[in-house]
């Protein structure tokens, strides 16, 4: 049974592997890259589990016994300019929050995150949140918590962490949930951000299309026509 549960969830993480559509044009070659899991800070401390520097690949089944979060399976990946993190069916009791998937990625300094079937109480989540989405949800018992999504921060070397998801259950702890960092290579400029699959719900409004037209409170300029008025008399 053991050995039937390992490798079901080893077969999960490898399809955990594959990123979300990714654009730009920096160095695979050079550059750094870390990622992590779940991390907690506070009354109840988690180190980043799992975490991964440089070039390397973790996965684990499940987290160490703790009161604050539950998970299925935890996939963490970096490379050169790159970084990746993902895990899969969390649950944070305390503060009512569900997600099925919930990944970041990072590439060449630039970072998104993904939320599948996520959702706080009665609320759910966008699966494409705008870059550092602030949401404060009262949950019964315990007040108002404070929640980040896609939280986007540029380090002083440069670099770029995206964190999934941020929750603070109390001034005193934090959870943070699939974390990546990268910086831009080789080419020192920072790619293009990752591109959500065509069609996916995102955090912010898409922009109604644009074309060239006569500025407001204009009229438009008369085109003459050649002809003869007709006379009566």
Same mark, same amino acid.
């Given at each position: 049974?053991?050995?039937?549960?390992?490798?079901?969830?080893?077969?999960?993480?490898?399809?955990?592997?594959?990123?979300?559509?990714?654009?730009?044009?920096?160095?695979?070659?050079?550059?750094?890259?870390?990622?992590?899991?779940?991390?907690?800070?506070?009354?109840?401390?988690?180190?980043?589990?799992?975490?991964?520097?440089?070039?390397?690949?973790?996965?684990?089944?499940?987290?160490?016994?703790?009161?604050?979060?539950?998970?299925?399976?935890?996939?963490?990946?970096?490379?050169?300019?790159?970084?990746?993190?993902?895990?899969?069916?969390?649950?944070?009791?305390?503060?009512?929050?569900?997600?099925?998937?919930?990944?970041?990625?990072?590439? *060449?300094?630039? =970072? /998104?995150?993904?939320?599948?079937?996520? &959702?706080?109480? +009665?609320?759910? !989540?966008? #699966?494409? %949140?705008?870059?550092?989405?602030?949401?404060?949800?009262?949950?019964?018992?315990? *007040?108002?918590? =404070? /929640?980040?999504?896609?939280?986007?921060? &540029?380090?002083? +070397?440069?670099? !770029?962490? #995206?964190? %999934?998801?941020?929750?603070?259950?109390?001034?005193?702890?934090?959870?943070?949930?699939?974390?990546?960092?990268?910086?831009?290579?080789?080419?020192?400029?920072?790619?293009?951000?990752?591109?959500?699959?065509?069609?996916?719900?995102?955090?912010?409004?898409?922009?109604?299309?644009?074309?060239?037209?006569?500025?407001?409170?204009?009229?438009?300029?008369?085109?003459?026509?050649?002809?003869?008025?007709?006379?009566?008399?």
């Amino acid at each position: 049974m053991r050995l039937t549960r390992l490798a079901a969830s080893a077969a999960i993480a490898g399809a955990l592997a594959t990123p979300l559509a990714l654009t730009g044009t920096a160095s695979a070659a050079t550059g750094t890259g870390s990622a992590y899991g779940v991390a907690a800070t506070g009354l109840v401390a988690i180190p980043q589990t799992p975490a991964v520097t440089a070039t390397a690949d973790k996965s684990l089944v499940s987290l160490p016994a703790n009161p604050l979060i539950d998970v299925k399976v935890l996939h963490v990946t970096a490379k050169p300019a790159y970084a990746r993190a993902s895990v899969v069916d969390l649950e944070i009791a305390k503060a009512a929050l569900t997600a099925h998937l919930v990944t970041a990625t990072c590439k *060449g300094g630039r =970072g /998104v995150s993904r939320l599948a079937d996520a &959702r706080i109480g +009665d609320h759910r !989540l966008a #699966v494409y %949140a705008a870059p550092n989405s602030a949401l404060s949800v009262p949950v019964q018992g315990l *007040g108002t918590v =404070g /929640v980040t999504l896609n939280k986007q921060t &540029r380090n002083p +070397d440069g670099s !770029l962490t #995206v964190t %999934a998801i941020e929750v603070r259950l109390t001034d005193a702890q934090t959870i943070s949930v699939s974390s990546a960092t990268c910086d831009a290579g080789g080419s020192g400029t920072p790619s293009q951000p990752p591109t959500p699959p065509p069609g996916q719900p995102t955090g912010k409004p898409i922009p109604a299309p644009t074309s060239p037209t006569t500025p407001p409170g204009q009229a438009p300029k008369p085109t003459p026509v050649p002809g003869d008025l007709p006379v009566t008399g």
